[in-house]
Structure formats: structure tokens, C-alpha cells
């Protein structure tokens, strides 16, 4: 079991910046595939960044948001720049396990394949 918390979320302008994080509870994080996802009202839950020894990223946020990770602090980041108010929504973390044999796959960016969630936390941009 995981345990993923994520953090750093709130209120900004338009073009501020905003930096998530999601710590996890598990010592063998390096072996898990990241993700972050977010969901805005009255819509479904939707891709939004990914890591695992490579990244990926939707087209939208597309240089402007930056995912990293630090497994010494059994930490991953979400680095938001140029926010829009598009970007508004509830953003969560997810984790996938794999074995370090299966880290150097590309991460994934379908919801249905992340095995744990954390609550969320809530990101608003004003215009």
C-alpha cells in the first residue's frame, strides 16, 4: 500500500506559477511510475503529466509545467508556469508500481493503469 499527499496547491493569477508536490510513504518509490492528473468541474479526470525514467506530458501544458522527481525524498513535483485559468481544476497524484526492470518504459497517461491516488489538492487561476 501507498500512501501519496499531495500539497502546494491554491489561488494565483493568470501567468503566475504554482509548484505541486506529492510525497509517498513507500521506502521503494524509485520503482514507482508517477502521474498527475487533474479534474475540473463537470468534466472527467484527465492526463496531465508523467514520470518515470522518462516524462511525458499533454499537449496543453506542453512548456509550461515541469514534472520531476526526487526518490531520495520519495517526492514528485509539478512545476505550473504562464497558469491559465483553463488550468483550474483539482489536481491529483497517482503512482504506478513497476519493477525497476519496467522503469525505463514510458510512463503512462491512462488513469485506469495507476494502481494508488492521493485526495488531491485544489488549483485555482483567477483571470
Known amino acids: 500500500q501507498v500512501q501519496l499527499v499531495e500539497s502546494g496547491g491554491g489561488l494565483v493569477q493568470a501567468g503566475g506559477s504554482l509548484r505541486l508536490s506529492c510525497a509517498a510513504s513507500?521506502?521503494?518509490?524509485?520503482?514507482?511510475?508517477m502521474g498527475w492528473f487533474r479534474q475540473a468541474p463537470g468534466k472527467e479526470r484527465e492526463f496531465v503529466a508523467a514520470?518515470?525514467?522518462?516524462?511525458a506530458y499533454t499537449d496543453s501544458v506542453k512548456g509550461r509545467f515541469t514534472i520531476s522527481r526526487d526518490n531520495a525524498k520519495n517526492t514528485v513535483y509539478l512545476q505550473m508556469n504562464s497558469l491559465k485559468p483553463e488550468d483550474t481544476a483539482v489536481y491529483y497524484c497517482?503512482?504506478?508500481?513497476?519493477?525497476?526492470?519496467?522503469?525505463?518504459?514510458?510512463?503512462?497517461?491512462?488513469?485506469?493503469?495507476?494502481?494508488?491516488w492521493g485526495q488531491g489538492t485544489q488549483v485555482t487561476v483567477s483571470s
Open positions: 497517482a503512482a504506478e508500481a513497476r519493477t525497476i526492470a519496467t522503469m525505463v518504459r514510458p510512463p503512462r497517461i491512462d488513469p485506469d493503469r495507476y494502481d494508488y
Open positions: 513507500r521506502r521503494t518509490f524509485s520503482s514507482y511510475a
Open positions: 514520470i518515470s525514467w522518462s516524462v
